[in-house]
Each structure stands twice: as structure tokens, then as C-alpha cells.
């Protein structure tokens, strides 16, 4: 039982990840991730109406091959700049690179439909994620105090970055 474990987890985290369009088929299993990742998480129809918005850009992540999603980005679009709304992988897959993959395939789309600049808040404690947008070029350019509920009642601050895309 042990190598069967050993072998899921190390085919994991080297595994190719694939990220494709989410639409409102994929609520459930979005929802479900985005519960489990923050204090207040949106439930399935919150996460439907996001889908079908027009002015929403959503990519879902996956293992090459496989259908089932393992994390999302959701952006809304304005004009020429867009805000992210929501990224999140579930814990399982956290640090196995998928984040990465999502990330490029999401800006990728959101450049497809003109956006010239990208924002987002991020909670200052998520070290991870701050790496993460980091390495695709966003830069912190303000600070949100108390703005993130945490599961344990306390409210954390957020980075406010951005990137420019040229």
C-alpha cells in the first residue's frame, strides 16, 4: 500500500499539467475547490453566475488527459485592464507546479482579449502564491489592511499587485 501511495504522490507532482476554458458546467467542482481554499468560499450558484458573466475569463487546471479540475483562475474584464478574482489549486496539488501552468494559460487569454494590465490582491501571509505572481512579473503596488477573512476569525492584510503586459 505504501508504494501505491509513493508512486500517486511522486506521479503527482511531476505529472503534465494541462489548463483549458471553465464554463458553467464546471460550478461544481470549482466551487468545491474555491470552499476549501478560503474562509468564505463561493458556493455553486455564486460560482455559475461567475462563469456565465461575459465580461469573466476562467481557466480551470488539469492533468493532461484528465478532465477533472484541479484549480482555477477566474478574471473579470474592464476595458484594457483586467482584475483577477479568484486562483486556487486544491491543497492535494499545491507545490506540484500546476500553478505555474494555469497562470501562463490564463494571462495568455486574458492578452488574447486586449487586456494591457492585470491586478489582484493576495494575502500577505501566502508566501506561495506571492512567489508565484512574482515570477510572471507583477509587482506590489498597494496594501489592504484587514482585508482577508482567515478561517480563524482574524483578518489578514493584502498585497495589492499588478502587471503590465505589453
Same mark, same amino acid.
Given at each position: 500500500?505504501?508504494?501505491?501511495?509513493?508512486?500517486?504522490?511522486?506521479?503527482? !507532482?511531476?505529472?503534465?499539467?494541462?489548463?483549458?476554458?471553465?464554463?458553467?458546467?464546471?460550478?461544481?467542482?470549482?466551487?468545491?475547490?474555491?470552499?476549501?481554499?478560503?474562509? !468564505?468560499?463561493?458556493?455553486? /450558484?455564486?460560482?455559475?453566475?461567475?462563469?456565465?458573466?461575459?465580461?469573466?475569463?476562467?481557466?480551470?487546471?488539469?492533468?493532461?488527459?484528465?478532465?477533472? /479540475?484541479?484549480?482555477?483562475?477566474?478574471?473579470?474584464?474592464?476595458?484594457?485592464?483586467?482584475?483577477?478574482?479568484?486562483?486556487?489549486?486544491?491543497?492535494?496539488?499545491?507545490?506540484?507546479?500546476?500553478?505555474?501552468?494555469?497562470?501562463? *494559460?490564463?494571462?495568455?487569454?486574458?492578452?488574447?482579449?486586449?487586456?494591457?494590465?492585470?491586478?489582484?490582491?493576495?494575502?500577505?501571509?501566502?508566501?506561495?502564491?506571492?512567489?508565484?505572481? !512574482?515570477?510572471?512579473?507583477?509587482?506590489?503596488?498597494?496594501? *489592504?489592511?484587514?482585508?482577508?477573512?482567515?478561517?480563524?476569525?482574524?483578518?489578514?492584510?493584502?498585497?495589492?499587485?499588478?502587471?503590465?503586459? !505589453?
Amino acid at each position: 500500500m505504501f508504494w501505491l501511495w509513493f508512486w500517486e504522490s511522486w506521479f503527482d !507532482r511531476t505529472a503534465d499539467w494541462a489548463a483549458a476554458q471553465a464554463d458553467a458546467g464546471d460550478a461544481d467542482e470549482l466551487a468545491a475547490i474555491h470552499v476549501a481554499s478560503f474562509a !468564505r468560499g463561493w458556493d455553486v /450558484p455564486e460560482m455559475e453566475d461567475l462563469l456565465r458573466d461575459r465580461a469573466v475569463i476562467a481557466c480551470k487546471l488539469m492533468r493532461e488527459g484528465r478532465a477533472k /479540475p484541479f484549480g482555477f483562475a477566474i478574471s473579470r474584464i474592464a476595458g484594457d485592464e483586467a482584475e483577477v478574482l479568484s486562483v486556487a489549486v486544491a491543497e492535494s496539488r499545491r507545490g506540484s507546479g500546476g500553478g505555474a501552468t494555469l497562470m501562463a *494559460r490564463h494571462l495568455g487569454r486574458l492578452a488574447g482579449h486586449g487586456v494591457r494590465r492585470v491586478v489582484l490582491e493576495v494575502d500577505e501571509d501566502n508566501g506561495a502564491a506571492i512567489a508565484l505572481y !512574482r515570477r510572471f512579473g507583477f509587482v506590489e503596488v498597494g496594501k *489592504r489592511k484587514a482585508y482577508y477573512a482567515r478561517k480563524d476569525g482574524t483578518r489578514g492584510a493584502a498585497k495589492v499587485m499588478a502587471l503590465e503586459m !505589453r
